[in-house]
């Protein structure tokens, strides 16, 4: 598979990426995407949730009324769950949300990440960048590329500090690097923008 590279300004360069069919060219496994995006939207969750059950309410332990005569249900303590002020019934307590997936596994989701992006014309691949730290610069760039309205995931071939200090300040752009990309970013991405330097990097990773 051939994709033409442009420059800065958005105009092609002549020149075309080869991107491996076996990354990028594979038949999407919906499955494996599934997973490996529950798996990274678990993880972020800090599980802190907790709700005070009735063994851990301060309230008297006096009988509220007698128990029979009232035309009432019984009732013997003001923690019950059922009374205003009482406990929490099976509140939520603290628990960890974090769960494993194989190492093949997510390679497959990341490469069917890719390949579905690639057949649905949400790739593009940029020039190595030189760019001042100022967002002005990245918005000019984001412009000339006819990215403005749309999420952009970047993917630069190494840590570049200008371009993420650019970036950081624009809530629908990410920038990652070869090593760090996952298969959310990628998916929640309407457009991703691989440097040249980062396709030979990302193809030796995932295979």
């Known amino acids: 598979m051939e994709l033409r590279i442009v420059n800065q300004l958005g105009e092609d360069t002549g020149r ?8 990028f060219g594979i038949e999407p496994n919906e499955h494996a995407m599934y997973l490996d995006v529950k798996q990274y939207l678990a993880n972020q969750r800090q599980g802190t949730h907790k709700a005070k059950e009735r063994a851990e309410i301060s309230r008297t332990t006096k009988k509220l009324h007698k128990q029979k005569g009232t035309g009432g249900a019984r009732a013997g303590s003001a923690k ?13 307590r603290p628990r960890n949300y974090h769960f494993k997936l194989n190492v093949k596994l997510k390679r497959l989701a990341r490469k069917s990440a890719f390949s579905f992006k690639a057949k649905n014309d949400g790739l593009m691949i940029i020039e190595d960048l030189n760019l001042n730290a100022k967002t002005k610069d990245f918005k000019a760039l984001l412009a000339s590329l006819n990215l403005e309205n749309q999420k952009v995931l970047l993917i630069l071939g190494e840590k570049t500090d200008n ?3 650019a970036a950081r300040n624009l809530g629908r752009v990410k920038v990652v690097t070869a090593d760090s990309f996952n298969t959310f970013d990628v998916l929640n991405a309407g457009k991703v923008v691989l440097a040249a330097s980062s396709i030979d990097k990302i193809q030796t990773i995932l295979n």
Request: aromatic share 8%.
């Open 16 to 23: 075309k990426a080869i991107l491996s069919d076996d990354v």
């Open 80 to 92: 019950s769950g059922t009374r205003v002020g009482g406990g929490r019934i099976f509140g939520p």
């Open 163 to 165: 371009v993420y200090l």
